[in-house]
């Protein structure tokens, strides 16, 4: 469970990914502190995070995290004891504790401090005595944080919409969890922000039933990211009309960028095959609505460039683009860029570097075609999405790369999913790096500590170098295993010739894959020949590449040895 990633986040230029075993790691741009590593560096690769001061007593057990969130520049994680951790910026109040940014996660105490007001405490006991708070999840977006508690109650700290005295709708910094009054008697099952506005689907009876969910939306409704039909602000919640109690459609997942909200739904039937659908509506000059146009909409409206029989399981906007997964491990992205979220500067050099109007179907590097193994969950940055694939075991970036927000290690954009190093080999180096301390302590006995030191850090230089050379090899091995068996690598479905004699037998192996081929996969394994042909620049080893390949198939055909 250490290696398996259970949910991710992403903010305007970071990620934060959740582990079965209740760790959160890091990476991206660590300005502001929102990496939660004790420093404002960049990280390049995925690191754990640090972990601050218990600010309620508890003394020092380790937490054990279950949900995350990412706002623009700040972080929340949830521990399993409903105490919320937060670090990051904090100009707005939205860590919930302190004026001042942190660079290492703590505890927010205001929220565990927090009783029932009157007005929501009545009838709530347990055997006579007074329900607990406890919060069950976390969100955050643009400078503004929430939380659900286990009564439904939802709580915003930050900049978060509010209204003044007259009744008007206003944006205000609190560093107080505030209750967000209009839900009483209702149960806050999801929550969405973008930049200054929010979204939540709630209850429409007092208590959560599948089926029964209604879309509120408050804030900024400068672009009609409220789907209200108008463009008018509003300061309390009110129930998106496509999205009410009378609604053919069930809503079961909520997103929003920051001008933009999306919606994925499900029709009101028992019938075997339900049919999902993702809607839109908000700003549209960069495509992120995906209706052909780059016109905003007011309203609510169906992405119709999907396929009608894929089930839509997981939806993230980013801060001009959107993405959804399909239960198949389809990955459709649109908006700027081509729907890689990339800002104009960013220098594509594509054929076609317009903004992507209709949702396009990224290419899996997994398996050379359209679907993505064991899909898990999407996440959309500001200019770079995530995606957890493999049933939490690999992770994919695309987008922009600088300061190394993609996890791969470099800092040059990707137009194309690029694997995540992950999992994070980090813990791995620093327990050698401890074995190493214990091993100088226990010979140095005769206080050749500068010499000891110099042998530690040339051993800590050899494991990086090792690290970097690995993670080459296993690039590689794994575009030949793709190349001839059209799946990542796995040391667990390794060749039978391989693993009895220790010599891979490329023909046999290849004769087999072509054999039991049919006509699609012939298609896909000649695009991925080109594909390989278009990389090779020198046209000596282009030709000598087409000459081999041409042996080779003459040879499959009349059975001779060609290698």
Request: charged letters at 20%; proline letters at 4%.
């Amino acid at each position: 469970m250490s290696a398996k990633i259970v949910s991710v986040a992403a903010g305007e230029a970071h990620t934060l990914a959740l582990t079965g075993d209740g760790r959160v790691f890091s990476w991206g741009r660590g300005t502001f502190g929102r990496l939660g590593t004790e420093k404002e560096e960049d990280e390049l690769l995925p690191v754990p995070i640090a972990l601050g001061e218990r600010k309620n007593g508890q003394g020092g057990r380790p937490p054990k995290f279950v949900g995350i969130a990412a706002g623009a520049y700040h972080s929340l994680a949830l521990d399993d004891d409903g105490s919320v951790w937060s670090w990051g910026y904090n100009i707005y109040g939205q860590l919930g504790y302190g004026e001042e940014n942190s660079l290492i996660p703590s505890t927010v105490e205001q929220l565990q401090e927090l009783g029932y007001p009157d007005s929501l405490a009545d009838g709530s006991s347990i055997d006579g005595g007074q329900v607990v708070l406890k919060i069950c999840a976390v969100k955050a977006g643009g400078m503004m944080s929430f939380a659900i508690d286990n009564l439904g109650a939802l709580w915003m700290w930050g900049n978060c919409p509010q209204q003044t005295d007259t009744g008007e709708f206003c944006l205000s910094g609190s560093l107080v969890p505030l209750p967000v009054w209009d839900f009483h008697g209702h149960t806050v099952v999801k929550v969405a922000c973008g930049n200054e506005h929010v979204v939540a689907a709630v209850s429409a009876g007092e208590t959560y039933i599948a089926g029964n969910l209604v879309c509120y939306a408050w804030g900024n409704n400068s672009h009609g990211q409220l789907g209200l039909g108008d463009k008018e602000n509003r300061s309390r919640p009110a129930v998106i009309p496509v999205f009410n109690e009378d609604s053919s459609w069930v809503v079961y997942e909520i997103a929003c960028g920051a001008f933009h909200t999306a919606v994925l739904t499900h029709e009101k039937t028992y019938e075997k095959n339900i049919e999902s659908k993702c809607w839109t509506f908000g700003l549209g000059e960069n495509g992120q609505l995906a209706h052909g146009t780059t016109i905003s909409s007011c309203k609510p409206e169906p992405v119709n460039g999907l396929p009608h029989d894929a089930f839509l399981v997981s939806l993230d906007c980013g801060l001009f683009h959107t993405a959804v997964v399909s239960s198949s491990g389809e990955v459709w992205c649109w908006g700027m860029e081509k729907g890689l979220g990339l800002c104009p500067d960013a220098s594509y050099t594509g054929t076609d570097a317009g903004d992507a109007l209709y949702p396009l179907r990224m290419q899996s590097p997994e398996t050379n075609g359209p679907n993505f193994t064991g899909p898990v969950q999407v996440a959309c940055g500001a200019a770079h999405t995530v995606l957890v694939s493999g049933e939490g075991y690999r992770v994919w970036a695309w987008g922009r790369g600088r300061c190394g927000v993609l996890g791969s290690g470099h800092t040059t954009d990707s137009y194309v999913p690029c694997a995540v190093m992950w999992p994070s080999l980090d813990e791995n180096f620093k327990e050698m790096e401890g074995n190493i301390n214990r091993d100088v302590k226990v010979r140095d006995k005769d206080g050749n500590i500068a010499e000891m030191e110099q042998k530690l850090s040339a051993a800590m230089e050899e494991i990086e170098f090792l690290r970097t050379k690995l993670t080459r090899m296993e690039r590689y091995a794994n575009v030949l295993h793709i190349s001839i068996f059209r799946k990542t690598l796995d040391e667990r479905t390794l060749p039978k010739s391989l693993q009895d004699s220790g010599v891979f037998d490329m023909r046999k192996e290849l004769e087999n894959v072509m054999d039991s081929a049919d006509n699609e996969e012939l298609v896909r394994m000649e695009m991925f020949h080109r594909s390989m042909l278009s990389s090779v620049k020198d046209k000596q080893m282009k030709r000598k590449i087409q000459e081999m390949v041409k042996e080779c198939l003459l040879s499959l055909s009349s059975g001779r040895q060609a290698w």
